[in-house]
């Protein structure tokens, strides 16, 4: 049985920083691609960021970029996000995610396997 765990979620004040880590355990079949994403209250499901398994290629959303950061350590079958500069719009559930098979996309509906969130709150 698969599953994604995330955990480092809590609570920080404008332009903290906080680590997130998303353990990933049982087997998933050709892993090709892991992910990020958030969703605030009242709002769609957004992409964070994603991670080639292979290459450790990435590549981020906008609204993120140059702030967070996603690694990914094989060997421990773990994903981490470090997240700088936080801002109060960054508050949200956040997800990881997992994707067997093709490109890594922004597109959450690309990504098979999934996390239950923690919880992530900034406040100005």
């Known amino acids: 049985q698969v599953q994604l765990v995330e955990s480092g979620g809590g609570s920080v004040q404008a332009g903290g920083s906080l680590t997130l880590s998303c353990a990933a355990s049982g087997y998933i079949p050709s892993t090709s691609c892991m992910g990020w994403f958030r969703q605030a209250p009242g709002k769609e499901r957004e992409a964070v960021g994603w991670i080639y398994v292979t290459s450790l290629g990435t590549g981020y959303a906008d609204s993120v970029k140059g702030r967070f950061t996603i690694s990914l350590d094989n060997a421990k079958n773990t994903m981490h996000l470090q997240m700088n500069s936080l801002k109060p719009e960054d508050t949200a559930m956040y997800y990881c995610?997992?994707?067997?098979?093709?490109?890594?996309?922004?597109?959450?509906?690309?990504?098979?396997?999934w996390g239950q969130g923690t919880q992530v709150t900034v406040s100005s």
């Open positions: 995610a997992a994707r067997s098979g093709g490109y890594c996309s922004l597109d959450p509906t690309r990504f098979n396997y």
